[in-house]
Every structure is written in C-alpha cells, then in structure tokens.
C-alpha cells in the first residue's frame, strides 16, 4: 500500500469517525432547547406549591426543585438531552406532590368533618391507614 491508497482511505475514514462521534455523543448539538419543557415543569412547580406541597408533600416537592435546578443547569450548559431528561422528570415529581398534597387536604378536611359530627371512620378509612 503506497501513500496515495493510505490518502483515499482518510478523507472517508475521518467523515465516519465524525458521524460516529456525533452520534455518541446524543446529538445533543443538533437537538433544541427544551424551553417549553421546562415551562411546563416550572408551571407543575407553581401548582404544587399553591396546592402547599411544600409543607404537605415535602421531600418530593424537593426533589422536584432539585430536578429543575439541574435541569437548567443543564441547559446553560446546551446540554439539553440531559435538561429535557431532568425537566420531564421534576414535572413528573411536582405532579405528585400537588397530588400528594390535595389528597391530605381533602383527608384532613374529611377527618374534621368527622371529628365534628362524631362519626368514626369506615372500616375502608381504618385499613387504608395501616402502615
């Protein structure tokens, strides 16, 4: 093999160690912003915090925020795979506190009702209770 045949083998060989590297790498060039995610997490974010999961749904509040902070982080970083990854995350999180939180809304309100009128809970509410 001369010179010439190593030269033809190059030009080729670099262009498929490119795609090659680009494709390991998630594309995360070629992909946008996931600004809309992150929208739609920041607005989960608000509705649990309105729903008072901060003191209601605590730890996955937290987590959620957690989330969202690295996903921005992220996203400074235009590593947006990994920001869109994170952003669906926390939003998943702070869905479940707003449900959390919802949900010992209406059971304390349903215990106070009780509470007022005397009346003792279900044989249901006793077993959903156990630990």
Known sequence: MNASDRNSYAAPLSLCVAGWLIVVSGCSILSKPPTETLANAESSMRAAREARAD?????????????????????????????????????????????????????????????????PPTAAELESRKP
């Open 55 to 119: 003191e209601l749904a605590t730890a996955d509040l937290r987590g959620a925020r957690e989330k969202l902070t690295r996903a921005n982080r992220a996203m400074a970083d235009k590593n947006y795979d990994q920001a869109r990854r994170l952003a669906e995350s926390a939003q998943v999180e702070a869905e479940l506190a707003e449900a959390k939180a919802e949900a010992a809304v209406v059971s304390r309100a349903a215990e106070s009702s009780r509470a007022k009128r005397d009346i």
